[in-house]
Structure formats: C-alpha cells, structure tokens
C-alpha cells in the first residue's frame, strides 16, 4: 500500500502487522529460554549432586505396609503395584466423593430455593458453614468424632446390619458367587432392552401425541429383568457384618471403611457439597424467569416445564463449575495424608524414604493431572452434545 | 402454498360483523384488587370484554396495566374480586387454571422464547405436550402458522440467530398454536426496533380480523385508533375510563387521559 508520507509503504515500527510478529517470535524465545535453562539445571543438579533419579526401583519390593486397600495388596509386591493400590484408594474416595456429593448438593441447592422458609434457611446455613471452614479442619474434626467414638463391642448399630465405632464404618456388601457371569450378562441384555424401549417408546410419544411414559417403562423392565436374574442365578451372597463370638466383639463379613477413610469421605461429601448446592441454585435461577411464565402461558404443567423448558437450560450452566467442583474435589482427597488415609500422596511419600523422591512426584503429579483431564474430557463432551445454536 | 389464518385459528371472523352489544362476555373482572407489599398494583378494577373484541390497555408507567392482564392467565393472582374467563372462573382449582390457560395465549414484551430449542420446536412444544397432537400433524400446524407470520425460511433456526421483529412473530405463532380463543400482549413491540414494529403490528391487524378477542397493553396509538374496539387506560393501578378510540382521543371523560395522552402524543 502506498503512502503519502512514506512512499515506499508503512515504515516497519508502525506496522500492525510486524509489531504482532516481533512481539510473537520475541515471548517465544523468552518461554524457550527459561524451559530449557530449568531442564538443563535440573539434569546438572541431578548429575553433579548424584541425586537418584529413574524408574529402575519400581519393579522392586516396595516392603511398605498400606493400611487398606481395593485390591489385594501385601509388602512384598513392587513398587509399582504398591502406587497402583495408593492411586485407586484415591480413586475410590474422588468416585464416591462425586456421587455422593452431587446427591447432597443437589438436595440442598434445591432447598435453598425452596419457598419453605425454614427449608432454604436451613439450606443456607448449611452452605455457609461448610463452605468457609477450611476443609483440613473439618476432616480433623471428623476423624477426632470417629476417634471419640465407642469402641467395636459398644458402638453404635443401626438396622442390625451397620456398625459404626472408632475402628470405622461396617456396612453389607455383595461378594460375588458362581452364578454372577450369567447374572451379568442377563443385566446387560436389560439395559439394553430398556434403552431401546425408551428410545422406542420416546419416538412414538413424539411422532403420535400419545404419552407413552419411556422413563418409567426402561426404567421397569432394567428393574425387573435385574431381579429375574437374581432369583435364576443367585449370582451375588449379600454379607452382613455380625458380631463374633468372644470378650472381643469383634465383626466380621460386609465390608469395613476404616476411621480415616469415612472421615476423608463425610468431610469431602459435605465441604463439596456446599459447593455444588449454590452452584445448583445458581443455575436454576440462570434461567430467565419469563422462560417459565412462557411455558406456564402455554400450559405446560410444572413437570413438562421442568424436562422440557427449565432443566435443559439450567443444566448448561450447571456443568462446567460441576466438573470443576469434582476437579477439586479428586485434588482435595490428597490431604487424606493428614488423617492416615493411605492415598496415593501418603504412600508416595512413604515410599520416598527409600525410593527416588523426584521420580515418583512426578508420578503422583501425572496421576493427578490424567484423573482430572479424565473429568474434564467428560464434561467438554456433554458440553459439546448439549450446545446450541446462536448461543455461547 | 398459502394457509389462512382462518384455518389455524379457533375464532370466528364473522363475529366481528355482529355488534359489540349484542355478544358474550368472554372475560368478566369484578372487583379485582391485587397488592406487592403495600403497593397497590391494581386497585379495583371492574370490567368486561366481549367475544372477538380488541382493547387496548394504556397508561403511565407503574400503572399496574401489565399486572393486570397478566391475572387474565394467572401469571399473578388476584387477591381479590372475581375474575372469569370464556365461563371459566379463576380458583386455585388446577383444573380450572389448566383450562384457563389453554384458551388464553400470551405473548411478552421480551419474546420468551425457549433458546435452546428450534424455531420449529418453540411452536410444536405445547401443542405435542399439552394437546398430545401426532408430530407430523404439529409440524404441520407451525408451518403454517409460520407461513402467516411471514418467515416459514427460519423454522430451523434458534431464536438467537433471528431479528427482534422475527422473534416476536415466532412468539406469536408459537402461543396461536394451542388454539386459544384470548391472545393477551404485553407491550409486545417495546423492545423492538422501529422498523421492526411494523412487521409485527401487521400481523397483530390480521389476526384482530379473524375474530380473536385481544387484550394488547401498548403505547401504539396509531395501532390502537386503527384496530381497537375499546381503550382502557389505567393510572395507579385504577382503571380511570373505558371507551372507543374516538371517544378517548377527541373527547376523553377524564382529565387525567387526556393529561396522558398529551404527553405521549
């Protein structure tokens, strides 16, 4: 381009275009510069200072003991296996964590709006409190009430079939018997059954008027091919703790969660729950108001306008601060270390008595990070399905 | 192919041939009152409106003309009086109210419509979900009901994507599918464009000719001494005067109209 002051065109340091280049290539160099100085020192450092480093000690017997584990576990194992068995405790505590407070929060984020004035106070004070007491005191809070609590022989029973007492929670689990392949198979085959019913019977309600009820009846037939297969097959014995015998008291079958763990598990449900109950209320009231006064004008009863006007938007809103919330959740678990919960940043840093100390942070570092891309991956693509046009 | 709005629509045009005082009552409100706290958002107001009959609400802002036709579907409730429409009377009886808000359609000075779903959508919700009405036969009715609006190109589109004036008349279409014998507006061209305004004023004109009985809170006073039957104006939440567009715009009763229509006009 031509210009009248420069007639060879623009000079270079008022060009637009040029700048952008010269600040790009400039920042980037900076950035390479410093990444590269920081790997060169650490590999010195490492060298000079002969800091052991490597991944040569994780097939090695990690002869650590871990106080609980989903699968079976004992010193002798490796290194490796050892960090397997600390990254699924974590893994139990965030699954759990998340559906049980999602459930939770739920329940009181709707409370909070409810026109039940005691209700939403509840509901408020509720959030306040667990929201603003820093989530390490409240797990010490509720391991010390664990602690405080009766011992095995003398602790609370409720239902003939839950212990609690300052050993931990003992609850009923299913152990699985010969017949469970089968069973699972056949439950597989319901689900599918019930998909495709609802799928069926959700087109037939669009395409003829008729209400047609898909949830119920997917949601019936999952039930009772379920149940078919439980008195066909008998393929799970549920255990119920019991007492034994003896001066001990002591229980035995169902499956125990010990002090820490609970405590790990009531202090993240409930501190998390706070959360994700305003963050639920929040999204409800996103939705404009006049959204429901339209549906309400059109008469749409409060059910429809619910499934059809209401939620689908407000569950956009909801999501992504939800998948953060499980985000942080995962990443909270790991002061579990404080009350004796062998996750997997407690056993790592046991095993960094022996074993290389910048190797496996770096490990606990990477499990970490594919835990939570694994939640956030999950959410972009519900967010991605949900999108519509002309909107965000 | 082009679908009348006859065809969509319940009323009978014909009715507006015969003379306001000889047809029914379609709406009665008897001494309806209705407070938020204190304030008195509408203080007394009696009136009735016949089969088929236009009337255009005005006032001052805060005069209580919004609240008020939105008691007629229950979107308020009033705390007093009597109000009853096509027959039905206004209780907290559900069945009453469902009943009542399937005959009276509504449309809003900000559109309301539901964004996440298609244009196309917006209108077959109500009718599959409330008349239980096949898909096709749904589809069938918003086509042409979209046809009569003007913009049967955008079926597929989301309300983001069209102009106001666009999305007002898919408003329309969309309450015009349940059928309803009462279409109550509420400033239904505030938020529009001027040249926006037109194009939905238009189809507000054709559908007065087909026999609906309509209730349009506006400050459109060329449309109101054009189309409406009557003028109502409310000031503090009182409906001050009653009476055809000749009488309140060359001799109103009250001083307080002609305050008011003097400032506007």
Not at chain 1, 62 to 69: H, K, L, V
Not at chain 2, 89 to 114: C, H, K, P, W, Y
Not at chain 2, 121 to 133: D, F, G
Request: aromatic residues 10%.
């Amino acid at each position: 381009m031509q210009s009248i002051l420069y007639p060879g065109g623009i000079p270079l340091w008022r060009n637009v275009v040029f700048i952008q280049w010269v600040v790009q290539i400039i920042s980037a160099i900076v950035v390479i510069a410093i990444v590269s100085g920081f790997i060169f020192n650490v590999a010195n450092e490492i060298q000079d200072r002969e800091i052991p480093f490597g991944f040569s000690f994780l097939d090695e017997a990690a002869q650590i003991p871990i106080g609980e584990s989903v699968i079976q576990y004992d010193p002798s194992q490796s290194y490796l296996y050892g960090f397997t068995v600390a990254a699924l405790n974590t893994v139990k505590a965030s699954v759990l964590g998340v559906i049980l407070a999602t459930m939770l929060g739920i329940i009181i984020g709707v409370s909070r709006l409810s026109s039940n004035w005691l209700l939403s106070r509840l509901a408020l004070v509720y959030i306040e409190t667990f929201r603003n007491i820093p989530l390490l005191i409240q797990l010490l809070f509720w391991f010390l009430i664990i602690l405080e609590l009766p011992n095995v022989r003398e602790g609370y029973v409720f239902f003939d079939a839950f212990y609690l007492n300052n050993s931990g929670f003992y609850l009923p689990w299913a152990t699985p018997l010969g017949g469970f392949w089968p069973w699972a198979v056949l439950t597989v085959v319901g689900i599918v059954g019930a998909v495709l019913a609802f799928n069926y019977l959700q087109k037939r309600e669009t395409e003829t008027g008729q209400p047609s009820y898909p949830i119920i009846a997917g949601f019936v037939i999952f039930v009772v091919v379920t149940i078919i297969g439980l008195i066909i097959f008998t393929p799970l014995e549920l255990v119920i703790p019991e007492r034994q015998e003896g001066p001990f008291g002591r229980l035995q079958g169902g499956a125990r969660w010990s002090g820490s763990f609970f405590a790990l598990l009531i202090g993240l449900v409930v501190y998390t729950s706070a959360f994700i109950a305003e963050i639920v209320r929040a999204g409800i009231q996103a939705v404009n108001r006049g959204q429901t006064e339209a549906a309400r004008s059109l008469g749409l009863n409060t059910n429809n306008s619910l499934r059809f006007v209401i939620f689908p938007q407000a569950l956009r809103v909801i999501i992504p601060p939800l998948i953060s919330q499980y985000l942080n959740l995962t990443k909270n678990s790991s002061l579990a270390a404080a009350i004796g919960y062998p996750d997997l940043v407690s056993v790592s840093t046991t095993m960094t008595q022996i074993a290389p100390a910048i190797s496996l942070i770096g490990m606990v570092m990477v499990t970490y990070l594919a835990m939570s891309l694994f939640y956030s991956l999950v959410g972009n693509i519900y967010n991605r399905i949900t999108r519509y046009a002309g909107v965000g | 192919m082009t679908t009348s709005l006859e065809e969509t629509t319940v009323t009978n045009p014909d009715i507006r041939k015969i003379p306001l005082e000889d047809r029914d009552d379609i709406i009665v409100c008897e001494n309806v009152y209705k407070w938020f706290g204190d304030f008195c958002a509408v203080n007394d107001v009696t009136m009735s409106v016949k089969r088929g009959e236009v009337v255009v609400i005005f006032g001052p802002s805060g005069s209580g003309k919004s609240t008020f036709i939105r008691m007629i579907n229950r979107l308020e409730e009033h705390q007093q009086g009597k109000i009853v429409v096509d027959g039905i009377e206004m209780t907290n009886d559900l069945r009453n109210l469902d009943a009542i808000r399937r005959e009276v359609g509504m449309v809003f000075q900000q559109f309301n419509l539901f964004p996440h779903l298609s244009v196309m959508s917006n209108i077959t919700l109500a009718p599959q979900r409330v008349r239980h009405l096949p898909k096709a036969e749904a589809d069938e009715l918003a086509m042409s009901l979209l046809e009569r609006v003007g913009i049967p190109e955008q079926a597929e589109k989301y309300p983001a994507e069209l102009s106001g004036g666009q999305q007002q008349r898919v408003a329309i279409a969309r309450a015009l599918a349940m059928q309803p014998e009462i279409m109550l507006f509420d400033e239904p061209t505030s938020a529009l464009d001027p040249e926006m305004i037109k194009e939905v004023l238009d189809v507000m004109r054709e559908l007065a000719d087909t026999g609906m009985t309509m209730l349009c809170v506006t400050h459109e006073m060329g449309f109101a001494r054009e189309v409406a039957d009557r003028m109502a104006m409310f000031d503090e939440g009182q409906l001050v005067e009653i009476d055809t567009p000749d009488h309140i715009f060359t001799n109103p009763t009250e001083a307080r109209t002609q305050l008011f229509l003097d400032q506007i006009l």
